[in-house]
């Protein structure tokens, strides 16, 4: 079970009022998330004190995840970095997915 803050019922809400929001765009049957969901977790619980909202949005909720216009999410799981409600910029990991490339990555774009 992920207990990051799942977004998908705000997204735009919290885009708009936040300066950073860092978004895992997922999918529940997709192996790769499943896979990724416990750094996922272990990256929000060591930022949750931080100026950057962590986040999840279920694109299976979400119907315009790959609007190409909006977000262009092309598979799962995709990680965007918002600043100011605009997509900032998209971090592509390589394997293995973990807490602390997700950290090193996000240090770099600040």
Known sequence: VLFVQDISNNLEEVLATNQYVFVQFSVPWCAFTQIAEEEWEN?????NDSDVVIANVNCDIIKDCQNKDKYDIKGFPSYILFKDGNKNAEFKPTYPRQQQIFQEWLNRQM
Do not use: P
């Not at 990256?43 to 930022?47: L, R, V």
């Open 43 to 47: 990256f929000y619980n060591a930022n």
